[in-house]
């Protein structure tokens, strides 16, 4: 590979990961003590919020009155989309049967599971969309209850939207709550809904620590750090379309990473001139989270040929990998590692992020090397079943008996020994 690095990503002063993990460690440690109490003390000191944890019915009927009717159409057209999605995805996994030998039947059920815990975040942006990707696939995938918790706002409580998307997606209760107290009162059943199977959604470092920390006996999306993308493209690309495409993503904060990954010099070089002047565009909050991002981890990288890009890409496993180059299906053949591809540059990250349909909740950190995004099959265990038949006892009874002593086992040889006996006793007469 002959790779250059044309803006280069200095990187982050060294984050204080230890001390997430202390905190999150003792936190997690007071609420299985306390229970209850101490969530509401979080959640009071932390968020400022002391009205009631689990969100009434009434509240939610009031946040659909405030909800504007374009904004629940927009809402509803993406939530149809994911929904279908999901829904696409559950009919291609089937349950299945095969009789392997005469006699020997095996076969794969799919469980749905109980219960599930749906974090949507808060803090600087409300995350509407990810309220639909976590609870409408959870849905489509035939979970028996769903709950959902985002921050709430001093004095405000969850914005309107949010419980509206909530509600339309299907979610059975909704906690008024976020970060550490959220994902554990959903993992312990507190303020009286089921302790869930898996706790789903994207959160900041002190969610995402908690959720490693709980991960075990109760099941997890993933392992989730600050979102991603990098765009590949080549002399063909729109360098405003580009830069745009990448201030778009940095705006998620100073710790998301994104790449611009190009065979041509001259796109790379407009790329660098405009993304400044398309950051200076956004309000403030917004401009300074870009600026930071682009500056600390924002990366042009050159490369001799589509190859190596591709090449390159698959080597980092970006949570977004969005083509902005031609000849799209030698890209879609070609490329393996990514949470989601973005194949065009009519198909910017955001429709993914937003409405498109496929789900957001992607793996972070190269984690798309060997993983991909949330989908009806987290929601779904597959689990296996046998049964044996007289004709097939013998042959199997043998081989297990046999593999089993050499293995030191005896005690698994004479389960299968007295099988032989009790039901084909001609047979081990014969073979005696």
Not at 186 to 206: E, R, S, T
Not at 254 to 277: G, I, K, Y
Not at 374 to 382: G, I, R, T
Request: hydrophobic share 45%; charged share 20%; with cysteine.
């Amino acid at each position: 590979m002959s790779i250059t690095r044309m803006k280069p990503a200095p990187g982050l002063s060294s984050q204080a990961a230890a001390d997430v993990c202390d905190t999150v460690q003792l936190m997690l440690a007071r609420i299985r003590l306390v229970g209850e109490a101490a969530v509401r003390d979080y959640a009071q000191r932390l968020d400022g919020w002391e009205g009631e944890i689990v969100v009434p019915s009434e509240a939610i009927a009031r946040a659909i009155r405030e909800v504007p009717q374009t904004l629940k159409d927009s809402i509803g057209w993406a939530h149809d989309n994911i929904r279908r999605f999901a829904e696409a995805q559950r009919a291609t996994c089937h349950e299945m049967e095969v009789e392997l030998r005469p006699g020997l039947f095996a076969g794969q059920r799919l469980l749905p599971l109980e219960a599930v815990g749906a974090y949507v975040p808060g803090g600087r942006y409300a995350h509407i969309a990810s309220a639909l990707m976590t609870i409408a696939t959870a849905r489509a995938a035939g979970v028996g209850h769903i709950t959902a918790c985002s921050p709430a706002k001093a004095g405000e409580g969850i914005p309107a939207a949010i419980l509206y998307a909530m509600h339309l997606a299907g979610a059975d209760r909704v906690l008024a709550l976020g970060g550490v107290q959220a994902v554990a009162a959903m993992a312990g059943g507190l303020f009286g809904g089921p302790g869930v199977d898996i706790l789903v959604g994207p959160g900041n470092a002190y969610v995402a620590e908690a959720k490693r920390q709980m991960f075990g006996p109760l099941g997890i999306d993933m392992f989730a750090g600050p979102t991603d993308s990098m765009i590949l493209a080549d002399v063909e690309a729109d360098p405003y379309l580009v830069a745009w495409d990448l201030v778009g993503q940095a705006e998620h904060g100073a710790n998301s990473p994104v790449w611009l990954v190009t065979d041509h010099v001259p796109l790379a070089r407009q790329v660098m001139a405009l993304v400044p002047e398309c950051i200076a565009q956004l309000p403030v909050p917004n401009r300074e989270a870009a600026a930071s991002a682009w500056a600390a981890l924002g990366e042009v990288v050159l490369c001799d040929s589509r190859a190596e890009m591709a090449g390159f890409a698959d080597e980092v496993g970006p949570e977004h990998l969005h083509v902005q180059a031609a000849d799209l299906e030698w890209w879609l053949a070609r490329l393996r590692s990514y949470g989601s591809l973005f194949l065009g540059e009519e198909t910017t990250v955001a429709f993914g992020d937003k409405a498109a349909g496929p789900n957001h909740v992607l793996p972070t950190s190269g984690a798309a090397r060997y993983t991909g995004g949330l989908s009806v099959h987290k929601f779904l265990k597959v689990v296996t079943w046998q049964r044996v038949e007289a004709q097939a006892l013998p042959d199997l009874a043998r081989v297990t008996a046999r593999i089993s002593r050499e293995e030191g086992m005896e005690g698994h040889a004479r389960t299968a020994d007295i099988r032989l006996e009790k039901f084909c006793p001609a047979v081990r007469l014969a073979v005696g």
